[in-house]
Nanobody, 126 residues
Framework: QVQLVESGGGLVQAGGSLRLSCAAS????????VGWFRQVPGKEREFVAT????????YYTDSVKGRFTISRDNAKNTVYLQMNSLKPEDTAVYYC???????????????????WGQGTQVTVSS
């Protein structure tokens, strides 16, 4: 089992920045990748970014490329999502997720992940 806890959400004005954290505990050594997703009420959870636990390969959805950066600190078992130049359309609950599937590929589906955090709210005002 892997437990994930997100933090760092909040209210920010358009153009501002936030850094989300995803702290992992439990059988983290078996984690191969961590992803960030977001969801607004009435819509499906959508992929934002993912990072390989070892090696650090990354992949982003087009709408956040150049604005968001995913990174990890293996010593702290923590994955970060640095969000810059935020837009009102970035408003959502952000979730981190972990997969134990072997090998690296850009996993963008919710079904690709085995464990999920509880989410953290990000609100961007115009």
């Amino acid at each position: 089992q892997v437990q994930l806890v997100e933090s760092g959400g909040g209210l920010v004005q358009a153009g501002g920045s936030l850094r989300l954290s995803c702290a992992a505990s439990g059988r983290t050594f078996s984690t191969s990748a961590v992803g960030w997703f977001r969801q607004v009420p009435g819509k499906e959870r959508e992929f934002v970014a993912t990072i390989r636990w070892s090696g650090g390969s990354t992949y982003y959805t087009d709408s956040v490329k150049g604005r968001f950066t995913i990174s990890r600190d293996n010593a702290k078992n923590t994955v970060y999502l640095q969000m810059n130049s935020l837009k009102p359309e970035d408003t959502a609950v952000y979730y981190c997720a972990a997969t134990q599937s072997t090998g690296w590929s850009a996993r963008v589906r919710t079904t690709d992940y085995d464990y999920w955090g509880q989410g953290t709210q990000v609100t961007v005002s115009s």
